[in-house]
């Protein structure tokens, strides 16, 4: 944590910032942030941008400025305050992230059922049983609006449509039945996610054939 005045002059450096940045004790205090941080965007930001757009870099010490908070407002500054990290955790964190997304990948593709995953207004992903139960290649669903599918001709897809368009009023977990043209029948099941506001982020759409447990229930 490094904590500048309103005249962008150092004031505070916890241990740890100084540890990152290879300096001494007394060194960058009363000194511009420029002393340890040159970045042009940086430079524009203490100026006049907002904490929002200033992207990550990295420091010649292996620190990467992850945040900075400006105390006041933009035209009145009362100081600043920057939070640094280590750059390895970054690389542990974008690694994590990458075994993560494999696993997920993982267990949607091999899923007996089939899986759609959608926001507000678009198809996120599909696994491959999707296709397999409805005949429908994923592919041509990935990244399509919900007003751009084909519900006309497809059963399913008409569906899934309603399905969503259902779940996102209801915010609830809901299921519908439907045959298919080749006889097949499915249970579709939508699924709400729901971010840190309570609003719903993504639905979850679970397709299962169930053709075979109505023979055999027959």
Sequence with gaps: VIVLDANRRVIHLNRRARRM??????????KQAAFFIEDRQFADWLVSGESDDLPPFPHEQGAVLISASRLGTI????????FLQKSESFEKIDERVHQLRKELSSILENSYDGILLADEDS?????ASFGRITGIAPSSLVGKK????NTGSHVCLAAVSE??????????TLTLQRRLR????????GTPVFDRRSKIARVVVNIRDITELKSLES
């Design 21 to 30: 940045l290879g300096k001494r004790i007394d060194e960058p205090l009363g």
């Design 75 to 82: 035209d009145r500054p009362r100081g600043y305050v920057l």
């Design 123 to 127: 198809v996120l992903n599909v696994n």
């Design 146 to 149: 919900m007003s751009d599918l």
């Design 163 to 172: 399905l969503i368009r259902l779940t996102q009023f209801h915010k609830r």
């Design 182 to 189: 080749s006889g097949n029948e499915i249970f579709l099941t």
